[in-house]
């Protein structure tokens, strides 16, 4: 056997190994990160007493329905009831934007956690159809959600890619 020969065989047991290896990392890096399935709530109104942020948005976490009920408001002027959700199952996350005359568009774009961090990402484009007649009122616009309940210790939400605020889970008081 030559040397080369020697050699290639050597060399090819080395790099299936390390194809193994970075296949072996490269799992362990997406089982790390659990994408979380979450409904919408519908037919609810941010309360005139809720604790917001000046001039930025404003995360809310609740795990119990009374502080929800405080923030959260049924919409009484719609003709469905509004959705419910369950407190024991889930998790409801609501994000406040500041008031503005034109009302911007928000959607979710993924829900997830990693390293006991639970990631909102969500989508904010400016509304482009009310440049003729702007409303004479200030809109606050919101997203409510409701997701599977997670042991998490920080809640990190992103707006258009870039982390706009982190909130640290406070401990029960019990």
Known sequence: MSFFAFFERRLRVSSRSVFFLF???LSLITLAQV?????MLNGYFLSNDAPVNKGKPTLF???KADA??????????????????????EVVIGISIPATNKP????????????????????R??????TKNPLS???QPMLLLAVPAQKVLKTRLIENGK??????????EE
């Open 23 to 25: 296949c072996f990392f």
């Open 35 to 39: 994408t979380l399935k979450y409904r």
């Open 61 to 63: 976490v609740f795990d």
């Open 68 to 89: 929800f009920e405080k923030v959260f408001k049924p919409a009484t002027t719609m003709s469905k009831r509004p959705d419910m959700p369950n407190f024991n199952r």
């Open 104 to 123: 911007p568009k928000l959607s979710i774009s993924r829900v997830f956690v990693q390293d006991s961090v639970m990631t909102v990402r969500y989508i």
């Open 125 to 130: 484009m400016t509304d482009t159809t009310l």
């Open 137 to 139: 009122y200030t809109v």
């Open 163 to 172: 982390v706009i605020l982190t909130l640290k889970k406070q401990e029960d």
